[in-house]
């Protein structure tokens, strides 16, 4: 294929894309070029992963065009978007655990059709006679058929080369993967690389790669930098999604960002600079001026000491995290997403299995006991999670019975009383304003910014002294983002203890006292809030300890 | 010698309904689906298939009706898990009474209409048990295996072949894929829907054709209420038991299939061998009736207490699956 | 390489998320499903030489024809009721406890037991309540059996509580061989209860009815009222959420399928000691009922009075193909046909309920759009489409037509959207 630099492999015209109400993309105009590296940049839940998935045929896309190569064309599955050349790496791996290496790419190869009409078609017959003609032709074609099914019978089977196939064309890119080593034996960058063989091995040569460095150490993120210029040096056009703002600076060629679902700019990456990027991700930097009432700190609510989770996938989720709330304050965690936030305010509401390390609860020692247990010690903290449906709340049933789902109990007898729970639940509706037709309406079918404020409302009924929120403002509208950010304020007023887990670096920087960093599992730095900056906070979010150890290499590339 | 000869005989003559079954139901697992409704298919697959082969006096024309009728109810499951999501559990339930029900409604009706075809000389001669050609004459070894109904062989050899599709063919390898996770195979640009409508269908035609064993061979075109009895469940656990392998699931129908033996033989062998096996002349019949399930409950039992990744049941098996889902 | 493709082609036929359907709109869309059922099952009858009308009216008026078969229709409907109301406990949890059959089986033994051999020793009340509780035990530790593997390792429970229906069955099957359980004579077979442990009567219905009028009421207030049934509810919709409100999951499960089970028992119990088998345990005492009871419990959304309807329904079918079959000659298998075409149905019209299905424009949709819109001219109550806020068709180029609108719900469901209004007046006039 002749590399012609410049020559538009994607276009994106006026896409838009919907879930239920939530309007994940809203008319994006988007373009990649052959040989370059688009970087398409945003926050979390900006609409990347779901724009790419309408390239990777994943979703459908509502509204919208599609050009590959100048051409309009529809993406109806997967298959098709593999025809078109574009291959996704996902964030997630779409990789099956019990197959090996090899097999997980041979499932989609397609053979090489056997020209079998062409060949039929280029018979010619030299007899003269009819009927002898007719025979030799007639001859020759059985004898077509028969090359025919004998080429296919290899090709139906599983043969040992296709290991070999496969180690050829990684070494040709410059990967090394053993195809025979099972999926589940595998380490996180090797599951990449067979991803990326795989895409690469199906003939693509329009890239995407979702979040790619999220899981990699920093070598093995230079060395999949130096595999992508290369390929960009082939003339294939390579989008990344990340957030980072320093890697979109290191081997970016454009970036494009987006903002809520919508395309707010392109700009070339040498014309840039951090604070442009920042400003166009985040948006304009609009006053905040959320509240931040100064509170005489009290005595020390909550204390974890040298905590060390291992979750369900078998991953040091947490390692050797120690820090304390007062009452009164308001305690911020920062990090990338998957940092090990769910499993810190899990651990600490009981939910989780603690490897090593201590939870301290005023005197009383949590280590390991359940959620009820807890409870009946007489201690009142209220855990927000991340996944409100699914953990916080039951997504099927109404206020009234979700009120009651941690303090059903209370109530004498064997009944359980609902009226004092729709009291409650009028009394929040009213309260936070719950935008919702009645008390008796399924919570599932409230927007977020409802649901969300359902949860609070529940939560701070009980009198806590001590909030752990997860990403509570996820996926609300400013209105109800300002009311829980009031609600938390009110609280710590009142002298309670909070643990705020947020992404947006600015209301964090506005509402917490103190912003712990966390990184891989481990704190990487603590600092007060009025004194911080967000380049600190970012610089602390990324520059993790075993960034640390590796890292000169990777300054001197500045 | 020759008791156990007759009772391992009798074991591979009961458990070839359920190679069948078995076979049929691995291939729609390892597709992705788990449908209970395999009782139900082989009846529709016995009924039909009994009175096409009876009054057509052919037995081929028989297996090929019996497989398209269950490979019918098949279409119904496929349907509606795949197309329209729904519940697989309920949809495979709902295909058993569905399946018993049209088995028992067509053979009651024949009967009381007196229209019930009866099993022609030339029929039953095509699948009488009979020795194959020098193979028979072998001594032992040839009564034991080489003189059964040609229908044995048959499921044999589906069981074979299905062994090595599975494992040995790209295709299989796809097949495998949409168990173990059909977004990945969809990604890969595996056409899903597809393939699961075609290996639910073959399976459940595979179903019906151990459904026509038990009419014809088993029960010899009598009709009674009972053909199935069970032998469609059992097949659905045997495939715990075979771990997901045809190949296995051959030696595992023998092994059930001794157990139905156990109740025809077990005087025989008690006769026989009245000082090893004189007891099993003292448990009543019943009990050798429940033993399959018995030891189907126990291995399902034992088989969730061992947690391994391979020859496990495949991870999206039960699961609908649609694209779109976040 | 994207040559020799079709680039642009759209897709006939696409399937998105709903996001909510109205109640009023599902309770009509369930009646269709069920009303379809019976056309496809009529159509079915009529293959086989029946009139349809006559059967079904044959089905449906036979049990009210006589005193004998009305209230041989409400002991069809008694066991069956109790037994899905069992059931519900265990779907509600999401625990799919089909074993019914076996634990009908095994509490109805467990109570003949009582029955057989305590019969002259008790008062008539006594012997009665025991054999109630013998029942309730002996189907409720049947049931925990199941569900304590269940919560220890993962058993597949389907698979085995299926299980345990067969081995329930041969249980019974070697009574009948049993001294002490042997009727006396060559034939197997099982005791007649002495009268002393027979059910009493109301005006020639068993007092089972009692027990079903309060099981109904007593299961609604379980669910609605205590803090069980709150339990049971929050662990059915999500693990995660019930241990994040400190439950015990696995007391839970342990508990709600033991009570699953019992009352799945006492209906065995009741079934014996009462009139229907005449006082005695037999080998078919259920008459899969295990069965039918799975399909009341799914197609009444386990509601209790929902349950009460559907178990109706379903008895209706039963004994009016008896009916049938008798005065028809109809084989009575004929209502485990028409039950799971039923179930079919309603399982396909689920889709329709969770789904939308958008239609790509083209001259026979427009067509139909046309139509529909003078048909609902003449109804008055033609809408487009974007009046219904949540179905407002994002995407211009295409037509949202619920498939199952146009067909059949022309009244209330003509959701056409007219993204070229003008084209169709223009067509109108």
């Known amino acids: ?89 996902h964030q997630h791996f779409k990789l099956i655990d019990i197959f090996s290496a090899a097999d997980n790419i041979w499932i989609g190869v397609k053979e090489k059709k056997y020209a079998l009409k062409e060949k039929l078609k280029s018979i010619s017959v030299s007899e003269k006679n009819k009927l002898e003609a007719f025979f030799v032709k007639g001859g020759k074609v059985v004898a077509e058929f028969g090359k025919y099914f004998i080429a296919k019978i290899p090709s139906l089977f599983l043969t040992r080369s296709r290991y070999k196939r496969i180690k050829e064309v990684s070494a040709k890119y410059g990967f090394e993967i053993n195809p025979k080593k099972k999926v589940y034996d595998m380490a996180v960058s090797e599951k990449q690389t067979v991803e990326i063989v795989k895409v690469l091995y199906y003939g693509a040569d329009i890239l995407v790669l979702d979040e790619p460095t999220a899981v990699l150490t920093v070598q093995e993120i230079r060395k999949l930098f130096e595999v992508m210029r290369k390929m960009r040096e082939k003339g294939c056009a390579i989008v990344i999604i990340t957030h980072k703002l320093n890697e979109v600076l290191e081997i970016s060629d454009r970036v494009t960002i987006l903002r809520k679902g919508e395309c707010v700019g392109t700009v070339n990456t040498k014309d840039t600079s951090v604070s442009e990027l920042t400003e166009l991700m985040v948006g304009r930097k609009i006053e905040l001026s959320i509240e931040h009432p100064e509170c005489e700190k009290g005595e020390a609510l909550l204390s974890v000491n040298n905590l060390t989770v291992i979750n369900s996938e078998k991953v040091k989720a947490l390692d050797g995290v120690s820090f304390n709330i007062n009452e009164g304050e308001i305690v911020g965690i920062a990090g990338v997403s998957g940092s090990g936030q769910r ?54 049933y109404d206020l009234v019975d979700n009120m009651m789902l941690k303090s059903y109990r209370k109530a004498k007898g064997i009944f359980v009383d609902r009226k004092s729970a729709a009291k409650l639940a009028s009394s929040v509706v009213k309260r936070l304003d719950v935008v919702t037709p009645n008390i008796y309406t399924p919570v599932r079918k409230l927007s977020g910014g409802n649901v969300q404020k359902v949860l609070l409302g529940r939560e701070i009924d009980g009198n806590p002294h001590l909030i752990i929120t997860a990403y509570p403002v996820r996926g609300l509208d400013i209105n109800s983002s300002y009311t829980i950010y009031n609600v938390l304020n009110e609280q710590k007023k009142n002298g309670v203890g909070v643990l705020f887990i947020g992404e947006d670096l600015d209301v964090m920087l506005e509402l917490c006292d103190r912003i712990i960093v966390l990184c891989h599992g481990r704190i990487t730095g603590g600092v007060n809030a009025k004194e911080a900056n967000k380049e600190e906070l970012g610089y602390l979010m990324t520059n993790d300890l075993t960034e640390d150890k590796g890292g000169k290499a990777n300054d001197g590339q500045h | 010698m020759n008791t156990i000869i007759n009772f391992l005989f009798s074991a591979i003559k009961f458990g070839t309904p359920l190679m069948l079954g078995t076979t049929g139901e691995i291939v729609t697992e390892k597709s992705g689906s788990l449908n209970l409704g395999i009782e139900g298919m082989m009846a529709m697959g016995a009924i039909i298939g009994y009175i096409v082969a009876a009054r057509a006096n052919d037995l081929f024309l028989g297996i090929l009706c019996a497989f398209l009728f269950a490979a019918f109810g098949a279409l119904i499951f496929a349907f509606l898990t795949v197309t329209l999501q729904a519940n697989q559990n309920v949809t495979g339930l709902a295909l058993t009474i569905f399946g018993v029900g049209l088995y028992k409604f067509i053979g009651q009706s024949l009967m009381v209409s007196g229209k019930y ?118 097949s659905i656990a045997l495939v715990i038991f075979a771990s997901w392998s045809p190949m296995k699931a051959i030696f595992g129908s023998i092994i059930f299939g001794m157990f139905k033996a156990l109740q025809i033989r077990s005087g025989d062998l008690a006769h026989e061998f009245p000082k090893v096996l004189g007891w099993l002349q003292s448990i009543p019949a019943d009990f050798y009736q429940m033993l399959p ?3 189907t409950a126990l291995v399902l039992i034992i088989s969730s207490m061992r947690k391994k990744k391979e020859g496990a049941q495949p991870a999206w098996c039960g699961v609908n699956y649609y694209r779109e889902d976040r | 390489m994207t040559d020799n493709i079709n680039t642009v082609r759209e897709p006939l036929i696409r399937i998105a998320k709903r996001g909510d359907i109205k109640r009023g709109k599902a309770v009509m869309l369930y009646t269709f499903s069920v009303l379809f059922a019976i056309v496809i099952g009529g159509i079915f009858i009529s293959f086989i030489g029946v009139n349809p009308f006559r059967f079904y009216t044959e089905v449906f008026l036979g049990c009210f024809k006589s005193r004998i078969y009305f209230f041989g229709l409400i002991r ?91 081995i329930a069955l041969y249980i019974v099957q070697y009574l009948t061989k049993v001294d002490g359980f042997r009727v006396e004579g060559s034939r197997p077979g099982i005791k007649v209860f002495s009268a002393n442990a027979w059910l009493d009567q109301i005006g020639g219905i068993d007092i089972t009815i009692i027990f079903c009028i309060v099981i109904v009421f007593a299961a609604f207030v379980y669910f609605r009222f205590t803090k069980h049934g709150y339990e049971v509810m929050i662990v059915g919709e999500s693990q995660n959420t019930a241990r994040y409100a400190g439950m015990n999951v696995k007391k839970i499960v342990l508990r709600t399928m033991f009570l699953s089970a019992a009352i799945i028992g006492v209906a065995g119990m009741f079934q014996a000691s009462g009139s229907a088998t005449g006082h005695q345990l037999t080998v078919g005492i259920t008459g899969g009922v295990g069965w039918t009871a799975i399909i009341v419990a799914w197609l009444a959304k386990l509601n209790p009075f929902g349950i009460l309807a559907v178990s109706v329904l379903m008895g209706i079918l039963k004994k009016g193909s008896e009916v049938a079959n008798s005065s028809l000659g109809v084989s009575t298998a004929v209502s485990d046909i028409l039950q799971s075409i039923i179930l079919f149905s309603v399982l396909a019209f689920d889709f329709f309920i969770n789904y939308r299905v958008i239609i790509k424009p083209n001259k026979f949709t427009k067509n139909i759009k046309i139509a529909l819109n003078k048909l609902g001219k003449n109804f008055k109550r033609c809408r487009p489409i974007s009046a219904d806020g949540t179905e407002i068709a994002v995407n211009n180029a295409y037509t949202d037509i619920e498939a199952k609108s146009y067909s059949v719900l022309l009244e209330d469901n003509l959701t056409v959207n007219n993204d070229n209004p003008s084209e169709t007046q223009e067509e109108e006039k």
Not at chain 1, 8 to 37: D, H, L, M, P, W
Not at chain 1, 344 to 351: H, K
Request: glycine share 12%.
């Open chain 3, 76 to 166: 069809t409907i008694m066991p069956l009721l109790i037994t899905s109301i069992g059931i519900s406990f265990a779907f509600k949890m999401k625990f799919w406890n089909i074993g019914a059959e076996g634990q009908f089986i095994i509490g109805a033994v467990c109570a003949t037991a009582v029955g057989l051999f305590l019969a002259d020793s008790l008062s008539h009340w006594l012997l009665i309540t025991l054999m109630f509780v013998a029942g309730a035990v002996g189907g409720g530790v049947y049931g925990l059996i199941t569900a304590v593997f269940k919560v220890q390792f993962g058993t597949n429970e389907t698979l085995l509580t299926l299980m345990f229906n067969y």
């Open chain 2, 293 to 295: 399930f018995v030891v």
């Open chain 2, 117 to 234: 075809p009866a099993m022609k000389t030339a029929l039953s001669n095509m699948i009488a048990e009979k020795p194959l050609p020098l193979l028979g004459d072998i001594p032992y070894v040839g009564k034991l295996l080489f003189s059964h109904s040609i229908f044995v062989y048959l499921a044999v050899l589906i069981c074979v072949m299905f062994w090595i599709y599975l494992k040995y063919t790209k295709t299989g390898l796809k097949v495998r894929s949409l168990g173990e996770n059909p977004a990945a195979a969809d990604a890969s640009g595996v056409n899903v829907n597809f393939m699961k409508y075609i290996h639910i269908i073959m399976g459940g035609g595979i179903c019906g054709i151990g459904g026509l064993y038990l009419a014809l061979v088993v029960n010899a075109g009598g009709w009674n209420d009972y053909w199935i009895n069970g032998f469609g469940w059992i």
């Open chain 1, 1 to 89: 294929m002749t590399v012609n630099y410049k020559e538009t492999a994607i276009e994106i015209k006026g896409i838009t894309k919907t879930f239920g109400e939530v309007i994940a993309n809203n008319n994006i105009y988007f373009t990649v070029k052959r040989g370059e590296i688009l970087a398409l940049l945003g926050e979390n839940g900006s609409g990347k992963t779901t724009l790419m998935n309408m390239l990777s045929g994943i979703y459908k896309p509502d509204k919208g065009s599609i050009f590959v190569n100048g051409k309009e064309i529809i993406i109806h599955s997967p298959e098709d978007s593999k025809r078109f050349g574009i291959g996704m790496v």
């Open chain 1, 343 to 396: 499993e810190l305010c899990e651990a600490v509401a009981g939910l989780q299995k603690i490897e090593k390390g201590e939870i301290q609860y005023r005197n009383e020692n949590i280590t390991g006991k359940t959620p009820r247990q807890i409870i009946d010690l007489g201690i009142s903290m209220s855990f927000i999670p991340e996944d409100r449906l699914g953990m916080g709340l039951a997504a099927s």
